[in-house]
């Protein structure tokens, strides 16, 4: 029969084997080594991108390589690298109307070219799709939620939306804007002004991200009317908003630049005459 002892040696054996089991971080448990949460960071950016109908399918296709192309590009990532962390944080979000969220790249860290290029992959991989309507304010609203779920300690936080029309259901585009700015988020646009003025299109939609949908401090937006442009556009706004600095004045428009204000409501009134007729 064993003594007090030996038992009590034996029960202090199975409490320190179960605290190291505890401790241990078993496979698929353990934090990823691209998981940015509690990460300090130069910048978390997300970035959101318009698939609604009104994007024709080699268009939905140039704009995503973009995305793809400037991760892959060794500018890039010596932006990333000269960064006061010489880290950014970045997750790539689809859209399109309110129900239509698509996650496609979590929060990822991206500290270097081979992060970067994994990253690059897992968008180019991910299949794509189209949806219908267009709410510009549930794409900013979904990413102001990501921040929140995010816990990473940026220097900046940047909304980099993309779009080729006005917002035309969901919150009015401005209520969004302005709880996002509120929070401190910076939101920058990608206005896409390839088609002729007609259904649904605006052939002042850069005018319109200007006044009704990007805002904060540095806030800029480049316009693309050519479908050459996409990569390199998509390039350098993610180099500025890796570096916090302003694009070549030939390239885009301040936020508070001059001219008379759009009509933020442009877009409900387009589909309620659409419906009208």
Aim: glycine share 8%.
């Amino acid at each position: 029969m064993r003594s007090w002892t030996g038992r009590i040696s034996l029960f202090a054996g199975a409490l320190a084997l179960a605290a190291a089991l505890h401790s241990f971080a078993w496979p698929g448990k353990a934090r990823s080594a691209t998981d940015p949460a509690g990460a300090e960071v130069d910048v978390a950016l997300v970035l959101a991108v318009d698939i609604s109908y009104s994007m024709d399918p080699d268009e939905l296709e140039l704009q995503r390589q973009g995305y793809v192309q400037a991760l892959r590009s060794p500018a890039f990532h010596e932006a990333v690298r000269k960064g006061v962390h010489g880290r950014v944080a970045i997750a790539y979000l689809e859209w399109a109307g309110p129900q239509s969220q698509y996650l496609i790249a979590p929060w990822t860290l991206v500290d270097g070219p081979e992060s970067s290029a994994e990253l690059a992959s897992l968008i180019d991989k991910a299949p794509t799709r189209r949806a219908y309507r267009t709410s510009i304010s549930a794409a900013l609203d979904k990413a102001v939620e990501l921040f929140e779920q995010g816990n990473i300690k940026a220097l900046r936080n940047v909304i980099d939306i993309s779009g080729d029309g006005p917002n035309n259901q969901g919150r009015f585009v401005t209520v969004s804007r302005d709880d996002a700015l509120a929070r401190g988020i910076t939101i920058n646009g990608l206005p896409i002004l390839l088609k002729r003025p007609g259904y649904l299109d605006l052939d002042y939609l850069d005018e319109y991200y200007r006044d009704c949908v990007i805002g904060g401090p540095g806030a800029f937006l480049i316009s693309i009317r050519d479908r050459d442009q996409f990569a390199e556009a998509i390039r350098t706004k993610m180099i500025l908003e890796v570096a916090g600095q302003f694009p070549p004045r030939t390239l885009f428009d301040h936020a508070q630049a001059g001219g008379n204000p759009a009509n933020c409501m442009v877009g409900e009134r387009q589909w309620r005459q659409r419906m009208d007729n």
